[in-house]
């Protein structure tokens, strides 16, 4: 289970020449090795980093193209969508190009070259989700429990409906960390968001373990959907993921969300976001509370505020503002 960390930010860092790009920021890609594609005196740079929730996001600005050569056997899975210039990669033995419009998914330990080409300095985003995270969700999919995500099909359009919405998924975890930086604020929705976006990707993009996670999901006792709830109540304050739900049970996360439907007619998640409304509430409701309504619901794991608003009224019958002016009213 994750905890309730926060994203790991070191600074934002730029310069000029690429010896100087090298030395400061090698050590963000080890064990990839940086090369020039050629020597440039004026060559710029500008990264910015997140790490965090098993999630390493990489901004990437530069004036001219680079390359990276793995010379180790780091693991993970990546996601890389540019916004202008594009990729060239070799995974294993097999070439691919992304440009602008496509989306390239990539399980690091395949990658061996990567070259990046640009000439301008608009940024591109690079996703890492790091093993430990990889090897939980996949193991969370499968009863199999040994899913392999290898071979993974390398290049999405990003107009397609899978692509579409890998790449809203990838702007919203973007969003919430470079630009509003509600998910370092809320790292229950940071875990929830970086374990959902893996396991859309394993489940809709064609690779090598997919058809174990296609097949049909046996049906669970009611023993493990209770087990469940409990679950859920026990560790709520936590930075709980379907994953770490179902392996609490000793079922796959498709076993659990069929079992569910079944005999509570919603998701596991739904079920747990409700729990967590009804958290925000008896906070809200209580005299004590001192901090606005935006801290506690992102304490909760609601980061979109105004689909929180509209949820809570859904909920109770008003927006969270007035459950927390009554409770102030209280105290005079």
Request: aromatic share 8%; glycine share 6%.
């Amino acid at each position: 289970m994750q905890e309730n960390q926060l994203f790991f930010t070191p600074p934002a860092q730029s310069g000029k020449g690429f010896d100087d790009f090298q030395a400061r920021c090698g050590a963000i890609f080890e064990p990839f090795r940086m090369c020039p594609e050629r020597r440039r005196t004026d060559f710029q740079w500008c990264t910015n980093v997140k790490t965090g929730h098993g999630l390493s996001l990489v901004r990437i600005q530069c004036n001219s193209g680079w390359s990276l050569t793995q010379d180790g056997d780091r693991r993970g899975f990546s996601v890389f969508i540019p916004r202008v210039g594009g990729y060239e990669a070799t995974l294993d033995k097999r070439q691919v190009e992304v440009a602008p419009g496509k989306i390239l998914l990539a399980p690091i330990q395949q990658v061996r070259h990567i070259k990046l080409y640009s000439n301008d300095m608009r940024p591109g985003i690079a996703l890492t989700f790091d093993d430990t995270t990889v090897t939980k969700v996949l193991s969370s999919l499968s009863n199999d429990k040994v899913v392999d995500c290898r071979d993974v099909m390398p290049v999405l359009e990003s107009s397609s409906q899978v692509g579409t919405t890998l790449r809203e998924m990838a702007q919203l975890v973007e969003a919430g960390t470079f630009a509003s930086q509600a998910l370092q604020k809320s790292p229950k929705a940071a875990a929830l968001l970086t374990e959902a976006a893996l396991t859309f990707i394993f489940e809709n993009v064609p690779h090598r373990g997919i058809e174990r996670i296609q097949r049909q999901a046996p049906l669970v006792a009611p023993r493990h959907v209770r087990a469940a709830v409990d679950y859920m109540h026990a560790h709520l304050h936590q930075s709980l993921t379907m994953a770490d739900i179902a392996a609490a049970v000793g079922v796959s996360v498709r076993s659990l969300q069929a079992a569910f439907r079944r005999f509570y007619d919603t998701t596991p998640m739904n079920y747990l976001r409700r729990l967590r409304l009804e958290a925000v509430h008896q906070e809200l409701a209580s005299p004590e509370n001192r901090l606005p309504v935006s801290e506690v619901a992102l304490k909760w794991g609601f980061v979109h505020l105004g689909r929180f608003a509209a949820q809570y009224r859904a909920a109770y019958g008003v927006y969270p503002s007035a459950t927390a002016t009554k409770a102030h009213l209280m105290l005079h």
